[in-house]
């Protein structure tokens, strides 16, 4: 029977209580496995509704937030789709600025494709606007929007959101492809801003 050893050294690694990103502290916050737990969920549901389609959806990564997400969100889909990314940004610091700029693709045509977008978090909503108006534009066949986390205290615009994995309060948060001014991403837990 194979099995592994957890050391004392490496449950400290696993799940850390607080990390530290260059001025501002962080603490535990989702851990790992309800993160697992939710993107069950979500796939579940995407399953539901793709298997046995005849088409080729995309999957859409917006970069750099959903990489870990889309990684194991792809690993649980039952149907063939296709790997595209796009990279938009709207964030400085801890604060969003309203603008949404498209840095980079899509990497390849989406035109009368079926679109999943797999966003790490909804949070005012400006990314998604901006993503719907683009897959119009981009004449892709139908879209759906997949997020991992929502925060539906601050989210008031009116695209829909298909498949969602957790809410969470008006927090910032770090962890699970979540940045910190472009770190914290490798973190598997995700951690919120520590204001003590
Ligand atoms: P929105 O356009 O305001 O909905 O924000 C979308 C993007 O801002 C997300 O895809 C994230 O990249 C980033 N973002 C929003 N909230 C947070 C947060 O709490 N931590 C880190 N990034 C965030
Ligand atoms: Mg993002």
């Known amino acids: 029977m194979d099995f592994f050893v957890i050391l004392a050294s490496d449950i400290c690694w696993l799940e850390m209580e607080k990390i530290k990103l260059y001025d501002k502290t962080f603490r535990l916050y989702i851990p790992y496995e309800r993160i697992s737990e939710a993107i069950d969920r979500v796939a579940d549901k995407i399953n539901a509704d793709f298997r046995g389609c005849t088409d080729i959806p995309v999957v859409l990564c917006i970069l750099n937030g959903s990489v870990l997400f889309t990684a194991e969100l792809m690993k649980r889909l039952e149907f063939n789709c296709e790997l595209v990314s796009m990279k938009l940004s709207s964030y400085s610091g801890t604060i ?101």
């Open 96 to 196: 969003s600025t309203g603008v949404v700029r498209n840095l980079l693709g899509p990497t390849s045509d989406l035109s009368g494709r079926r679109v999943i977008v797999v966003e790490d978090i909804v949070d005012t909503g400006n990314t998604i606007v901006a993503l719907s108006e683009y897959m119009k534009e981009t004449k892709a066949a139908d879209y759906k929007v997949c997020t991992m986390l929502l925060k539906p205290d601050v989210y008031k615009k009116d695209v829909n959101l298909d498949y969602v994995g957790m809410e969470i309060p008006n927090r910032f948060i770090v962890g699970f492809g979540l940045d910190y001014d472009g770190i914290g991403r490798n973190y598997k837990d995700i951690y919120v801003l520590d204001e003590e």
